[in-house]
């Protein structure tokens, strides 16, 4: 690496959100050094988000910083950890000083907000494309996994969902939005909200999570496979914007990406804690949307039966 190259660095990559306090060495040596800490693991993510791929040419570099640490942060809430630290890995065209300007400032803003500080990354040059690795602390052996459903539970999401798709729509001139309803779903495709708040009720009373990236069918869809359990969802119980109810447009719920939600599984006799959760976090309401059944994978749309068992969300390959 060059002197100038390192000079950008630590410009706008040295002093970005919080400090890990078991960090001995950051930024500016050969690699990152941190204390583990006894009675603690260390829950590890990675996301990588490619121009063309996963975002439109053209997106700001300031909703790219957000996203990028947002998408990971999501995965650290569904296993119920908390932010410790992260690294960033960049490859950039060119070294646009305006671009990294912007790209930084909201990267601080995002890291600062959930409480984690950047230790450590890698610059390159090429096509745009931008990796987070994430860490996060759990007490010991108080994580949430996608594979401890069982037959009884009740399934349950977080916030809204499918406004992230019907953004995306609206981009892409598919759909006629209004203006307001157009600006809202745009805000939740660029700037998901990682639901860390969740991450203690999660651990408390959750059988199963895992945040939604590629469609609540798809998404639960794993956590089924993995529990070895079935599902029976409820059409008319998915918490989605009046725009979706009233077109009865609920595929952008079901099988839209992006919306980083969390869904889990938790067993019946919490629901008086979920309750209680939904009385206090008006910002976070948890909807139950159905249940988890012996077998089978099925959405009862209020006409009928459909088979989920064959659906499948966004897939990279194949
Ligand atoms: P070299 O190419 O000489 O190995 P490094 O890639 O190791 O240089 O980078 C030097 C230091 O800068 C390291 O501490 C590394 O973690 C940090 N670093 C490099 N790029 C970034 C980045 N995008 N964000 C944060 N830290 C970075
Ligand atoms: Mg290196």
Known sequence: MSADEFSLIRQYFSDVGTTPPHLLIGIGDDAAILNTTPGYQLVVCMDTLIEGVHFPTGTAASDLAVK????????????????????????????????????????????????IGLVGGDTCRGPLSITIQAAGLVTEDNYVTRSNAKSGDLIVVSGRLGDAALGLAGLQKKVTLSEALSHECRFRLNRPQPRLELTDFLRNYASSAIDISDGLVADLGHILEQSKVGAKLEQNLLPVNGWIKDQGQYHYALYGGDDYEICFTMPGDHLSQLEDWNSKNPECPLSVIGESVASGYTLDTGEGMKDLSADRGFKHFG
Do not use: H, I
């Open 68 to 115: 990028s640490l947002a998408v990971n942060l999501s995965d650290l809430a569904a296993m119920g950890a908390k932010p410790a630290w992260f690294q960033l890995s960049l490859t950039l065209p060119v070294a646009d000083e305006s671009w990294l300007a912007e790209f930084s400032a909201a990267l601080k803003e995002t890291a600062d907000r959930y409480q």
